[in-house]
Structure formats: structure tokens, C-alpha cells
């Protein structure tokens, strides 16, 4: 399987060395390394120019944000199967060739989930791969737990953007990342495009991947995009027969959402969780018209849809 990794960086080039060294590393050499630099005002250009003459490096003239960057180089992509790799991480050496054991082994998977564990604290999951709960709410699996092989399993719902890989045939199919996402949750609504398409996504438990975790992005730019987002997912992916089920809890959930933010309004994050919040709702009109197109796509069952889904 040949396997093209597309790396978004902004400013990063204090991460990109130990990252680009990684991949020199791989015991599977990738087919191709894509650098994607959303106008970035470091070296991040001469670094790797100069360092990693191997990389093909694509330089867009204004920050179009991670999925703009990532949409960029998946495009460019050649290989089977692309891989997207946050710049602040350091793949172990056998990661490409514990994916493609993956996806040999799960013929029925579009897309594989690394285990990405943290940077600094290297026996600790930071993703396991994705869940979304039945409360409308996504999340990684295994998050700051120690890491005993306990969320080693075959299949999980999505995988974490941040070392996510999928085969060129599905995307082909389903589309890239929806980039009126932007920043957070695109690889979440990715996921439930290919779940609803009947796409399966396996869990690389030996694919490890060691990342510092919003190193290059969060704070109050995240809890915008997460309190935008998370409403934005419900009203595009989420098939009717869960919105009617659990509606209750999935309105609990967002309440809760709202008053913890509430409660911390001085905090710059809080607040702009609550405009995050108020943007999402403003915009349910549109995401609605957006939502047709993806149910329409639809190929597995409720009984299939059920399970894929957490408490």
C-alpha cells in the first residue's frame, strides 16, 4: 500500500523537525510527505527546504486553517491511502507499516485510527480513536488514562485528526473534509459521512503516534469552534431516528454546555464557547440544507447505526 501523509502547519517549525525526522525513520518509507504551510511567518519554508529536500511543500498565500491546509494536500496526494499528521507529533517507527497491516486485515474499513498517546507522558492515551455519544457530543477515546491495552479494540468510530488515515477510494466517494468546519470537529463529521456510506474505520493499536496535544492550536480559537461545531454536527450527521431518541439528553447536554460557560463568563474560553454556541444556532438554517445531501448518502441500518454510537 503506498501511503501519502499530508502535514498542516502554521507557524511550526519549532515541531516540524522531530516530525519530519519521524517519518524519515518509518520502516514503511512513505510514498510521499506533503508539507501544507497556511502562510506562515517563521523559517518553516527554509527549515524544510533545507533539511527535508524530500518533502513536497505546498505554501498557500493566506491561513485557510487546518482543513483548508488539509483539503490542499490531500488534493496533491498521490498514494492508496492518505494519512493526516499533526505537525506537533512524532510517529514511532513502525507507524505506516502497523497502518497498512490494518487496513490488510480489515478489508470492510475506509479509515484507520492511529493510537495516539501523549507526547510527554508517553504510557498515557491522548486518543484511542473517536467516539460520539448518543448526548450529541464527540470525544477520544481513552483520553490522560494509562494505556494497558484496555481500548484495544477492532473498530471505533472515527479517528482523530491529528493521525488519521483513509483510503483514496472512500474519499473519491464520500468528499474531503467539510471545510466549512474549519478547525475543530471536521475529522468527527468525516467520520460519520463514512460510517453513513457504510465505510467501517479499524483501530491500529500497534500504529502509535506520540502528540503534544494543541500545541499548535486550541485555546479560545477551540472552545469557539467546539461550541460552533458540536451543534453544526447534530443538525448535518446525525440521522433522525437518534435526534428523536435521545433528544433529551442530547438538549441536556448542550444546557450543561452553556451553563458551565456561563458560570465561567470572565474566562476569554467561556465566553467564546457561548459565541461559538450562538453562531452554531444562527447557522442551523443553512447547515440544515447541508444535511440533505448528507443523509441522502445513507446505506446502513439503525441496528448498525446503534451500535456505533456511545452512552
Not at 471545510?179 to 470537529?185: G, H, L, N, P
Request: with cysteine; glycine share 8%; aromatic share 10%.
Amino acid at each position: 500500500m503506498l501511503i501519502s501523509v499530508v502535514i498542516p502547519t502554521y507557524n511550526g517549525a519549532h515541531h516540524m523537525h522531530t516530525c519530519l525526522m519521524a517519518l524519515r525513520r518509518q520502516t514503511l518509507v512513505p510514498h510521499e510527505v506533503i508539507v501544507v504551510d497556511n502562510a506562515s511567518r517563521d523559517d518553516t519554508r527554509a527549515m524544510i527546504t533545507q533539511d527535508f529536500p524530500e518533502v513536497n511543500f505546498i505554501q498557500l498565500p493566506t491561513n485557510r486553517l487546518f482543513t483548508g491546509a488539509c483539503n490542499t494536500g490531500m488534493k496533491a496526494a498521490s498514494g492508496d491511502a492518505i494519512a493526516l499528521l499533526n505537525n506537533d507529533t512524532e510517529a514511532d517507527e513502525h507507524w505506516l507499516e502497523n497502518i497498512a497491516k490494518t487496513f490488510a486485515a480489515h478489508p470492510d474499513a475506509g479509515f484507520v485510527a492511529s493510537k495516539l498517546r501523549l507526547f510527554d507522558k508517553r504510557d498515557h492515551i491522548h486518543s484511542a480513536g473517536d467516539f460520539y455519544s448518543v448526548r450529541g457530543v464527540p470525544g477520544n477515546r481513552g483520553a490522560w488514562q494509562p494505556d494497558h491495552g484496555q481500548f484495544d479494540s477492532d473498530y471505533v468510530f472515527g479517528a482523530c485528526g491529528a493521525a488519521s488515515v483513509y483510503k483514496r477510494t472512500m474519499l473519491d466517494e464520500i468528499g474531503l473534509l467539510d471545510d466549512r468546519f474549519q478547525f475543530s470537529c471536521e475529522d468527527v463529521d468525516l467520520a460519520w459521512r463514512a460510517q453513513l456510506a457504510g465505510y467501517k474505520c479499524a483501530f491500529a493499536r500497534d500504529a502509535v503516534v506520540y502528540h503534544k496535544v494543541s500545541a499548535t492550536g486550541g485555546g479560545v480559537l477551540n472552545s469557539y469552534y467546539d461550541g460552533r461545531n458540536f451543534i453544526w454536527l447534530l443538525a448535518k450527521d446525525v440521522p433522525s431516528e437518534i435526534l428523536r431518541q435521545h433528544w433529551r439528553q442530547i438538549l441536556r447536554e448542550q444546557w450543561g454546555i452553556t451553563r458551565a460557560a456561563l458560570q465561567a463568563w470572565r474566562g476569554e474560553a467561556a465566553r467564546m464557547r457561548l459565541k461559538g454556541q450562538l453562531a452554531g444556532l444562527i447557522g442551523l438554517p443553512r447547515v440544515l440544507g447541508w444535511r440533505r445531501a448528507t443523509q441522502a448518502t445513507r446505506r446502513i441500518d439503525q441496528s448498525t447505526l446503534q451500535k456505533l454510537l456511545s452512552d
